[in-house]
T-cell receptor, first 116, second 111 residues
Framework: GAVVSQHPSWVICKSGTSVKIECRSL??????MFWYRQFPKQSLMLMAT?????????EQGVEKDKFLINHASLTLSTLTVTSAHPEDSSFYIC????????????FGPGTRLTVL | RKEVEQDPGPFNVPEGATVAFNCTYS??????FFWYRQDCRKEPKLLMS???SGNEDGRFTAQLNRASQYISLLIRDSKLSDSATYLC????????????FGRGTQLTVWP
């Protein structure tokens, strides 16, 4: 099946620093990628939808200037958490769609961010 | 009201038991329905799609009732390896590709 990778798988950083997370579709071209955040014992919450070559669409309540998304190619999307704070500590997961006519998504393994 | 509601559990059952999970969704325009499985600290993995006619995959049976906006998952002959959180997921036709996740139902199968 389709494979999506994320890097890094975990990261610990100091408060105030920025962290970049990469999401790659390894064996297919993803026109759309999605970024989710999941707090402990909570559901996955969609943060933004990323389309290759255009600006990301952010969900209500998600600060676009804090969570920068770049989808420069059909196989790579990046999420940068700027000026991270302890409350940004969470499990960040990306997913990718092969086509926009299907609801099938393939999830990356996730990135666990801890901000000290 | 949340888009997708699930009983968070936890459900603790012995091996070999049959367990059922329920899920309701609020938007009648919901188009596609899925059950995902998520292990601790891992990404969700698609378990099965859910169709109006009901569908079965080995020990797993999923049912959809559009009139009641209700989805179920039945697991027969539970295995230790079934221990996980089961996520009910729906999509809408108007927002292609966007998944709406339930909070998940935690299942622990004990020997």
């Amino acid at each position: 099946g389709a494979v999506v990778s994320q890097h890094p798988s975990w990261v610990i950083c100091k408060s105030g620093t920025s962290v970049k997370i990469e999401c790659r579709s390894l064996d297919f071209q993803a026109t759309t990628m999605f970024w989710y955040r999941q707090f402990p014992k909570q559901s996955l919450m969609l943060m933004a939808t990323s389309n290759e070559g255009s600006k990301a669409t952010y969900e209500q309540g998600v600060e676009k200037d804090k969570f920068l998304i770049n989808h420069a190619s059909l196989t790579l999307s990046t999420l940068t958490v700027t000026s991270a704070h302890p409350e940004d500590s969470s499990f960040y997961i990306c997913s990718a769609s092969i086509q926009t006519v299907t609801d099938t998504q393939y999830f990356g393994p996730g990135t666990r961010l801890t901000v000290l | 009201r949340k888009e997708v509601e699930q009983d968070p559990g936890p459900f603790n059952v012995p091996e070999g038991a049959t367990v059922a999970f329920n899920c309701t969704y609020s938007n009648s325009a919901s188009q596609s329905f899925f059950w995902y499985r998520q292990d601790c600290r891992k990404e969700p993995k698609l378990l099965m799609s859910v169709y109006s006619s009901g569908n079965e995959d080995g020990r797993f049976t999923a049912q959809l009732n559009r009139a009641s906006q209700y989805i179920s998952l039945l697991i027969r002959d539970s295995k230790l390896s079934d221990s996980a959180t089961y996520l009910c997921v729906v999509t809408r036709g108007s927002t292609l590709g966007r998944l709406y996740f339930g909070r998940g139902t935690q299942l622990t199968v004990w020997p």
